[in-house]
């Protein structure tokens, strides 16, 4: 707690977020995307009269082989969308395209990281294939409710494997490919998996890196496993063991066609562990009707997606929600054309990305913060010696984007056309909950700004009472959602507890938001990074974003520290861009920037500067460990960081800053 200090503030202001930042850009949608766009302003009307119709229309995108009666069961906390209906996934996303005459459509443009290594995939080669790897998984044993584990590169053979399982009505668990064995046993083990699919391995930073190893080593903890169907990748010498199947000796001999059998609306699509950051993985759970509703409702709607034209790129890995939602199920179920990139964004060049934009001439661009801070510091000359003129939507998702790096991917990535859609939603709600639509909002740099149409959500304090504009708090879900993630598996207990038991009657997503003077909502991070100074809740997004805004500083991580005096004090580590140099008094011309730009609460008592951040397998900056450095305690587990030399780098920089 805070001690009291002088004009410390009421119970009631040290509840909520204080609400720091004052951002006054506005970036209203180009007037053709706003003439053409596939979603208008009606549609918040329109679902707000009527919310369940609004989600049977979106239903209606779909094509459901039995209608169903009620559209939605709620038992609280407990949904069922769309109840009594049934519909075959990999039908909806893959087969009916290639019915409807566009099997020539490219599903995929896959980029394999090794240059000039690359496969066209249509919509009729995707039908093939998943028959074929349907009809294998089902010679190998897999029927309808098993749970598949994957464990595979970024390669076809990866979403081909998921629509197989779809289509069979296996569920599949897909382990993100840079998971320790460990990590890969535990899982499997969570969801009783009976067979693994894998690959020898991937590339990665310029050369193969093997996986099949990883999987051996978990296999060995995972008796209920039956076989290993592994896909030949990088050709690197394998270890043979009695379980394993190749891919090529069964897969290719398959028949091509296969009968999809329709399932049910509820009947459950996948398990995807959450990354860990906080606590033993949770086995988020998500089915098939609402799931693929939303995620096709969503992708149409906040990327604008036109099918005939637009050329789409998703840069997650298909390991994260992001891969399963908006790589594989949102933009298939919209017949889109995609690019698949195997490989990291440095290989072998910095600007590889802007020349996959180039070759594909790709007009819809989905990446993370963390990989527009990393090209804001490589400089931009980089993005400036390719073409990217085919871009004409930016989206962003899994950390709260800094107004700079907003502005920065618009300037230097859209070439100040392109709106920059930020996109808010977890591995819980399944598909995008919180957006702008790019032919409707004015985007201001930083903020989510509406929950999309048909979702409810809200900022509450700590007694659960809704705040006003210009207020902060928790970020909650008021109303159930379609893909909305229908338990925690196997533990139904836990998915009570962990979600539905902060606020009566509310889903409690764990992260900060305020309310703008205009009601528009600004994402600030997980509750548990918000520090208290002085008697004021301040968000670690606020203040790392006033020192993003500092033309020296690429990237920030913020941590409150104990303090004697201020209760927590506000500890700063830096990268700088990559033209700026470290001067002597680097630390107080940004202490004075973020005082300017916040107020003096915000002034961090120090402020380091580093080589890297600690930071998880999906890129997020991992304060917990920051805080035991600003803390001089031993450092935490770093087990789920992506480099775990990074803490050593930091630590040595620690006595030039006392
Ligand atoms: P874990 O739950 O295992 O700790 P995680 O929360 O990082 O991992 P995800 O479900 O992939 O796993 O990420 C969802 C979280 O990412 C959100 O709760 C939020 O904290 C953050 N996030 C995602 N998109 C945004 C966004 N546009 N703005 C702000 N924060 C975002
Ligand atoms: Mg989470």
Redesign the pocket.
Known sequence: MAPETPGSESRETQETLSNLLHETRRFAPPADLAAAANVTAEAYAEAEQDRLAFWEKQADRLSWSKRWDTTLEWNPPFAKWFVGGELNIAYNCVDRHVEAGRGDKVAYHWEGEPEGDSRTLTYSDLQREVAKAANALQELGVGKGDRVAVYMPMIPELPITMLACARIGAIHSVVFGGFSSAALSGRIQDADAKIVVTADGGYRRGAPSALKPTVDEAVKECPGIEHVLVVRRTGQEVSQTEKDVWWHDIVDRQADVHEARPNDAEDPLYIL???????R??GILHTTGGYLTQVAYTHHAVFDLKPDTDVYWCTADIG???GHSYIVYGPLANGATSVIYEGTPDTPHRGRFWEIVQKYKVTILYTA?TAIRTFMKWGDDIPAKYDMSSLRILG??????NPEAYVWYREHIGKDRAPVV???????TGGIM??PLPGVTSGKPGA?MRPLPGISADVVDDQGNTVGNGGGGFLVLREPWPSMLRTIWGDDQRYIDTYWSRFEGMYF???GAKKDEDGDLW????VDDVMLVSGHNIST?EVESALVSHPKVAEAAVVGATDPVTGQAIVAFVILRGNAEESADIAAELRNHVAKSLGPIAKPRQILVVPELPK?R?G?IMRRLLRDVAENRSVGDVTTLADSTVMNLISEKLPSAK
């Open positions: 562990y959450t990354s860990g950051t906080t606590g993985p949770k994260w929600v992001t913060p962003s998702v899994g950390e709260p984007i930020d996109t808010w939603w977890q591995t819980e919180i957006s989510a997503a764990g992260d994402l600030l991070g997980r997004t998880t999906s997020k």
